[in-house]
Every structure is written in C-alpha cells, then in structure tokens.
Nanobody
C-alpha cells in the first residue's frame, strides 16, 4: 500500500519562499511520475506540478516560473521549491500520482499572508 507524507508547509509573507517535501513508501518510487496538488478553501483540488520518472517536469500556468519540482529517488522523496509566493497560493498541498489514484496523505498547509 502506498503511503505519502507531506511536510514543510507554514506561514510565509508574500514574496517569500518555502520548500515542501513528499516522502513515499510502498512503491518503487523511481518508476513513477509524481505530482503536487493543492486545495484552497472552498475550491477543488488542482494539479500544480508533475515530475516523470525521466525527470521531465510540467507546471500549472499559475505557478510556472515560481515553483520548481524535483525528486530524489534514493530517498523516495519529492520536493516543491516555492518562491515569490502569493496569497492565492494559500492551500493544503498534497502529493500523489498524476491521476490522484493513490491514497491521499494528510497534506501540508501553506499560508501566504502578511
């Protein structure tokens, strides 16, 4: 069974930076594309970024140029470096495969506010 644990969220001022981590277990991590999703209050969960097993990356238009997704297969861990954060980035951030078919973790809260 796949287990996903997100961490690294917090409160940050607009323009600030955070790095999120996603630790995965129960899978051969290196074989899978992995994605970050986020869900803001009252909104549907949305796909933020994806990294494939071959390290190709793709981003939602709203975060392109500000967020960087990466992975460290030796640690079964994926990261999301977030810079130039905006209040609209406030959400709970989750990791999963791009189809969102694994069991969802608890997520990590990111709040961007002055």
């Amino acid at each position: 069974q796949v287990q996903l644990v997100e961490s690294g969220g917090g409160l940050v001022q607009p323009g600030g930076s955070l790095r999120l981590s996603c630790a995965a277990s129960g899978i051969i991590f290196s074989r899978y594309s992995i994605s970050w999703f986020r869900q803001a209050p009252g909104k549907q969960r949305e796909l933020v970024a994806t990294i494939t097993s071959n390290y190709y990356t793709n981003y939602a238009g709203s975060v392109k140029g500000r967020f960087t997704i990466s992975r460290e297969n030796a640690k079964n861990t994926m990261y999301l470096q977030m810079s130039s954060l905006k209040p609209e980035d406030t959400a709970v951030y989750y990791c999963n495969n791009p189809s969102g078919t694994w069991y969802w973790g608890q997520g990590t809260q990111v709040t961007v506010s002055s």
